[in-house]
């Protein structure tokens, strides 16, 4: 599985981003997603989860209420909405695909190239 995400840029606080991973191959529909997040001189962290189906979803708590996950396995896409953006969800944000459903990043097997979240006060 190939992904590529896209989506980023810059936005003042309290403004609203989507994030989309495009995944290559016929097998997205059987993969968990999920996103995660690096900021500088930090370790990269959970963001959310999506099960297979879509009938489940993870939160981190920082981001539970802002942020929705959501996919659609006809365009091989998962989607990453975030609305209210604080200062502090700015980073290098990346999907992964799990053959499982994981909120952890050792969890996932395939990796996206990141895109860049900077959200000005």
């Known amino acids: 599985v190939q992904l590529q995400a896209s989506g980023g840029g810059l936005v003042q606080a309290g403004g609203s981003l989507r994030l989309s991973c495009a995944a290559s191959?016929?097998?997205?529909?059987?993969?968990?997603m999920g996103w995660f997040r690096q900021a500088p001189g930090k370790e990269r962290e959970f963001v959310a989860a999506i099960s297979w189906s879509g009938s489940s979803t993870s939160y981190a708590d920082s981001v539970k209420g802002r942020f929705t996950i959501s996919r659609d396995n006809g365009k091989n896409t998962v989607y990453l909405q975030m609305n209210s953006l604080k200062v502090e969800d700015t980073a290098v944000y990346y999907c992964?695909?799990?053959?499982?459903?994981?909120?952890?990043?050792?969890?996932?097997?395939?990796w996206g190239q990141g895109t860049q979240v900077t959200v000005s006060s």
């Open positions: 992964a695909a799990s053959r499982g459903y994981s909120l952890h990043s050792i969890g996932y097997n395939y």
């Open positions: 191959g016929r097998t997205f529909s059987s993969y968990g």
